[in-house]
């Protein structure tokens, strides 16, 4: 096709596009979706303190490869500017991001540090369920002081979002673990120190390989026959917030003591009131590598998807991008598992256009002869005022039929433009009683942003 | 440095890392920023009836390839999966990702489709004042519906943006061109139909070339001498909406009826109450390929910074995309540049922390030794009711400090734990008024809640 206005010729057949794969396009009732879910997110982090940060989507390639959390290495879009030297990466996770601001501005911030944000994140990965390539997600981070309360802040954050979203601590679990208590297992079933690391890591994978894989690499750890078994039924034990953490220890055949990290996070979550959402996990790692302390995971109560958040603490990593020690901990929580489990529960609409903005009034040029000419007028002025004001854009006269419309698009209001006009007024119907009166058009703003 | 519980050993020197040059940290003052500005642009298209979309940050190549606009294929960052084959790039525009967005569903959609977005885009030019790698723009689009009512709705939604930013008609200008009228102008003035194209793209980058090389060029174009002249009167003669658009055609040598798409557009500018803002200057061409007829640009007043917005109409594009022949109009208006001004004109303060949510409380324990335990069970609940709700991380007792802390934080109340617990009761501070009262802990949410 050749344009007579246009400097370039333009290829003739239309091309079909489609979306990068993993990638999502949001129309309107899917964005009111993705918009509610940052809704929630957003307001709990407000309901506790935390301030709104964000960082750039992509980064230099050396602020992943840093940390060598390899799981993620290999996972990252990475490229060059044409006839630039620089390697870059579109952002797979937001700490080390957040990290190397903190680290930036050490000196200045005050402590603590309580920042949320909630960006897009890239994963070259095979797309599948719960999983995408482009995904959106919370992330809640506190820095600069430390302590199982500061750990139970944390968490209750992410709860807080889940109940505002509807979800009930039947629907999902807080599965808490902390990597000195599950060190301290590991080393009394007679693990080397040296061999700790590897014995998380071989943990974290357990899921991923074969159990003959697993019974042989565990027994390369140190852990093999009672010591092995003894170990599997830690990791398999899931204590409640109510219940005595002595008995985990007795499992495990160690000293209470070795779990006092747990003890001191039980007394913390249930002084925030959280006892009904946690529980303790030992079989939970997170495979990252920077994490120091507590750690936990957000599952569906089922354990049927994968897990909805996810996070722990990193007293390590401000350090790592040249700032001081710093004690830290965060977690991040995605939009596409959330969903899922959302949906499933039924706490999305069907459809997402009902989470849409209602328009205030549908404006309505009837075939008076004056009112043609005010409708601009008039949108334009309610419009001015803040109002959500919409109009047909047929050519109908059809009063009926534009009335059918207004509805259609859930408008509050329907302002009638008619021979009333003349003494300055306009009718005003209510479009759910279907009462409809005469009013004065400079009442119209106020009347229009009375409460429904 | 060697963790006792992580699985790897990281990095012992700490390591400097910056952003990537022309990208932005937003700490929780930019951010805010930022939030205002999306927030304007938000607010006025929920005003004008349009609903948000998004598509994903990177598309395949091909989809920017496809318009062949050459400006902008030379400064896109592009990318492959690592044992991938698909080309990807980084959008640096919304235009072609709503194009296959409207064509993908161009059954289903009602028309007029009324879409905003207010994405991030990525250039991979040289960083300058105005002009960064990656930004912010807000893009709105009307499909399915034409003629200059549509085209001044559009032009209304940009400008009630700016308006609600505190911009005034004074700060600002709309500057509208017509691309056909520019044709029927330089056809006038003997620039041969297959070469208007050339004359367009020649007018676009007038500013970018000598003297001597534009009247070479134009030349070559047919515009010489005479004409040359009054080729260079009207692209730099700006009509105001008040004024007479035959002054224009008389400047030109042309008849009245050229510039009939003007006249239209003036009307309705002047309808939808938005004359002040605008005036015509076909000096304005836009370099995106794909424009048909209305285009604009806003720009600061004094012309002194980049254009803050521009856009056109589009009535090719979706069918280009594999829709349906869809007349199209839309513009962008990125946060850069429109930052730059704001900043100018004193329209934000000067430090964007003061845009940040206010605490409705900061909960403060006295030495009362029921307080402490009270301490996190209130600020649990207040949470949980939706309230902002700070305290402090210290371990001070220093009631005086706390206050000072929590003034600093731009609390509304500060809630003191003390004697008074033992009736139920806590002490609520006024922190704008110094007044205090003991109140029921029952009572505090609804006290709280109240409007300052």
């Given at each position: 096709?050749?344009?007579?206005?246009?400097?370039?010729?333009?290829?003739?057949?239309?091309?079909?596009?489609?979306?990068?794969?993993?990638?999502?396009?949001?129309?309107?009732?899917?964005?009111?979706?993705?918009?509610r879910i940052?809704?929630?997110?957003?307001?709990?982090?407000?309901?506790?303190?935390?301030?709104?940060?964000?960082?750039?989507t992509?980064?230099?390639?050396?602020?992943?490869?840093?940390?060598?959390g390899?799981?993620?290495?290999?996972?990252?879009?990475?490229?060059?500017?044409?006839?630039?030297?620089?390697?870059?990466?579109?952002?797979?996770?937001?700490?080390?991001?957040?990290?190397?601001?903190?680290?930036?501005?050490a000196?200045q911030?005050?402590?603590?540090?309580?920042?949320?944000?909630?960006?897009?994140?890239?994963?070259?990965?095979?797309?599948?369920?719960?999983?995408?390539?482009?995904?959106?997600?919370?992330?809640?981070?506190?820095?600069?002081?430390?302590?199982?309360?500061?750990?139970?802040?944390?968490?209750?954050?992410?709860?807080?979002?889940?109940?505002?979203?509807?979800?009930?601590?039947?629907?999902?679990?807080?599965?808490?673990?902390?990597?000195?208590?599950?060190?301290?297992?590991?080393?009394?079933?007679?693990?080397?120190?040296?061999?700790?690391?590897?014995?998380?890591e071989?943990?974290?994978?357990?899921?991923?390989?074969?159990?003959?894989?697993?019974?042989?690499?565990?027994?390369?750890?140190?852990?093999?026959?009672?010591?092995?078994?003894?170990?599997?039924?830690?990791?398999?034990?899931?204590?409640?917030?109510?219940?005595?953490?002595?008995?985990?220890?007795?499992?495990?055949?160690?000293?209470v003591?070795?779990?006092?990290?747990?003890?001191?996070?039980?007394?913390?979550?249930?002084?925030?009131?959280?006892?009904?959402?946690?529980?303790?996990?030992?079989?939970?790692?997170?495979?990252?590598?920077?994490?120091?302390?507590?750690?936990?995971?957000?599952?569906?109560?089922?354990?049927?998807?994968?897990?909805?958040?996810?996070?722990?603490?990193?007293?390590?990593l401000?350090?790592?991008?040249?700032?001081?020690?710093?004690?830290?901990?965060?977690?991040?929580?995605?939009?596409?598992?959330?969903?899922?489990?959302?949906?499933?529960?039924?706490?999305?609409?069907?459809?997402?256009?009902?989470?849409?903005?209602?328009?205030?009034?549908?404006?309505?040029?009837?075939?008076?002869?004056?009112?043609?000419?005010?409708?601009?007028?008039?949108?334009?002025?309610?419009?001015?005022?803040?109002?959500?004001?919409?109009?047909?854009?047929?050519?109908?006269?059809?009063?009926?039929?534009?009335?059918?419309?207004?509805?259609?698009?859930?408008a509050?209001?329907?302002?009638?433009?008619?021979?009333?006009l003349?003494?300055?007024?306009?009718?005003?119907?209510?479009?759910?009683?279907?009462?409809q009166?005469?009013?004065?058009?400079?009442?119209?703003?106020?009347?229009?942003?009375?409460?429904?």
């Open positions: 096709m050749a344009c007579a206005v246009c400097p370039n010729e333009i290829a003739k057949s239309p091309m079909k596009f489609q979306s990068p794969k993993g990638t999502r396009d949001f129309y309107p009732a899917e964005m009111a979706v993705r918009r940052e809704g929630a997110w957003r307001d709990a982090s407000i309901a506790f303190g935390y301030d709104e940060i964000d960082g750039p992509f980064e230099h390639l050396e602020l992943y490869t840093a940390k060598s390899e799981g993620i290495v290999n996972e990252l879009f990475s490229f060059r500017r044409a006839g630039g030297s620089d390697d870059y990466a579109l952002r797979p996770e937001f700490t080390p991001t957040l990290a190397r601001m903190a680290a930036a501005r000196a911030l005050p402590m603590p540090v309580k920042w949320f944000a909630i960006p897009n994140f890239f994963r070259a990965e095979r797309p599948q369920r719960g999983r995408l390539r482009e995904f959106y997600q919370w992330n809640v981070d506190l820095l600069g002081a430390e302590g199982p309360a500061i750990d139970a802040e944390i968490i209750g954050v992410a709860i807080a979002a889940l109940a505002r979203l509807g979800l009930r601590a039947t629907d999902v679990r807080v599965k808490i673990s902390h990597r000195v208590a599950a060190a301290n297992v590991v080393r009394a079933l007679g693990v080397a120190d040296e061999s700790i690391a590897g014995a998380f071989l943990l974290d994978r357990r899921d991923k390989m074969a159990p003959e894989e697993f019974t042989k690499r565990a027994a390369a750890l140190g852990l093999a026959g009672d010591a092995l078994a003894r170990f599997e039924t830690v990791v398999r034990t899931r204590v409640q917030i109510t219940d005595d953490i002595g008995v985990l220890a007795t499992t495990a055949g160690i000293a003591d070795s779990l006092a990290e747990l003890v001191l996070l039980r007394d913390a979550l249930v002084a925030a009131g959280l006892s009904d959402w946690c529980e303790f996990d030992l079989g939970i790692v997170r495979g990252l590598a920077y994490y120091t302390g507590t750690v936990f995971e957000i599952h569906e109560a089922s354990g049927g998807e994968r897990a909805i958040a996810g996070g722990g603490r990193y007293d390590g401000v350090e790592l991008f040249g700032g001081p020690k710093t004690p830290a901990i965060g977690f991040g929580m995605g939009d596409v598992v959330l969903g899922l489990v959302l949906a499933d529960r039924g706490l999305l609409p069907a459809d997402g256009t009902e989470l849409l903005p209602r328009p205030d009034a549908f404006v309505i040029a009837t075939a008076d002869p004056a009112a043609d000419a005010e409708l601009p007028r008039l949108v334009a002025r309610l419009r001015g005022e803040g109002l959500h004001v919409r109009h047909s854009y047929k050519a109908t006269r059809n009063v009926g039929k534009l009335l059918a419309d207004a509805s259609k698009q859930r509050r209001f329907a302002v009638l433009l008619g021979a009333e003349a003494d300055g007024r306009v009718m005003l119907k209510d479009l759910a009683s279907g009462e009166r005469p009013v004065a058009l400079t009442e119209l703003p106020a009347l229009l942003r009375a409460p429904a």
